[in-house]
């Protein structure tokens, strides 16, 4: 059975979206409406089109320079069981992934037992930039994220300790 998957599109390969040569998906649809977006197309939750997670997976393989996959947006925990299958089946195919989201971990965490699929998520990603773009902190100084206030999280430590520890992408 296919998993289907709300897309604005795919960036076959990037070097600006977390480590190494990476296929970034960006998810449609963002609750958070960030000032100063440079995605507000992925805003609107009926726009973009659908693929299946299995058809992504396929278009990585065919190119053996990447090794991992990042999840943008628009925000991929608006379709965190989608982009938890997603992000399952590319560790499975041997890929890193990296993600990003306007909400920060700690608030990921509280919603736990509101929202399992964030933790399903979470469970199969490697490095998190979390919290909102905020116009007033942005900085093209930073290394894969673009405001300040926004952190790059080891997400296995995070998870085993239950809360936020910085990446080394810091």
Same mark, same amino acid.
């Given at each position: 059975?296919?998993?289907?998957?709300?897309?604005?599109?795919?960036?076959?390969?990037?070097?600006?979206?977390?480590? /190494?040569?990476?296929?970034?998906?960006?998810?449609?649809?963002?609750?958070?409406?960030?000032?100063?977006?440079?995605?507000?197309?992925?805003? +609107?939750? *009926?726009?973009? @089109?659908?693929?299946?997670?299995? #058809?992504?997976?396929?278009?990585?393989?065919?190119?053996?320079?990447?090794?991992? !996959?990042?999840?943008?947006?628009?925000?991929?925990?608006?379709?965190? +069981?989608?982009?938890?299958? !997603? *992000?399952?089946?590319? #560790?499975?195919? /041997?890929?890193?992934?990296?993600? @990003?989201?306007? @909400?920060?971990?700690? &608030?990921?965490?509280? +919603?736990?037992? &509101?929202?399992?699929?964030?933790? &399903? !998520?979470?469970?199969?990603? +490697?490095?998190?930039?979390?919290?909102?773009?905020?116009?007033?902190?942005?900085?093209?100084?930073?290394?894969?994220? /673009?405001?300040?206030?926004?952190?790059?999280?080891?997400?296995? #430590?995070?998870?085993?300790?239950?809360? *936020?520890?910085?990446?080394? @992408?810091?």
């Amino acid at each position: 059975m296919s998993t289907k998957i709300r897309l604005a599109g795919v960036i076959r390969e990037s070097i600006v979206d977390g480590p /190494g040569i990476r296929m970034t998906v960006f998810c449609q649809g963002c609750p958070h409406h960030c000032k100063g977006c440079h995605n507000e197309q992925t805003w +609107d939750f *009926a726009g973009g @089109y659908d693929s299946t997670v299995e #058809k992504i997976i396929e278009e990585a393989k065919k190119d053996k320079l990447i090794k991992g !996959l990042t999840l943008s947006g628009g925000e991929p925990f608006a379709q965190a +069981d989608a982009m938890a299958e !997603l *992000a399952r089946q590319a #560790k499975a195919e /041997g890929y890193n992934i990296f993600c @990003y989201t306007g @909400y920060t971990f700690e &608030k990921l965490y509280a +919603d736990f037992e &509101k929202h399992p699929e964030y933790k &399903k !998520l979470l469970e199969q990603c +490697d490095w998190l930039v979390d919290g909102p773009f905020i116009l007033e902190e942005k900085s093209l100084m930073l290394h894969f994220r /673009g405001s300040r206030n926004q952190r790059i999280l080891d997400v296995p #430590k995070s998870l085993e300790q239950g809360k *936020a520890v910085m990446s080394e @992408y810091n």
